[in-house]
């Protein structure tokens, strides 16, 4: 995770990040090379490109929006 916070200039990423990706929600469990894992509500869980259409929230509030 500290690698992506680095690169990407997001000190505030961290396990249980709120994002949203084609309209799905879930949350960041963890990291895996340069991309995001997260768990979707729905149960799915997927490996993200952090800049690639993510939208973060922190405490609710949206954070970044990062559209490639």
Known sequence: ??????????PWLKQGTEVEYMGKRGKITGSQGG??????ENGEDAALNPL?????????????????
Request: include cysteine.
């Open 1 to 10: 995770m500290t690698y992506i916070q680095n690169a990407y200039k997001m």
């Open 35 to 40: 991309y995001i894992l997260v768990a979707y």
């Open 52 to 68: 690639n259409n993510v939208t973060y929230f922190v405490d609710g509030k949206q954070v970044a929006d990062c559209f490639q």
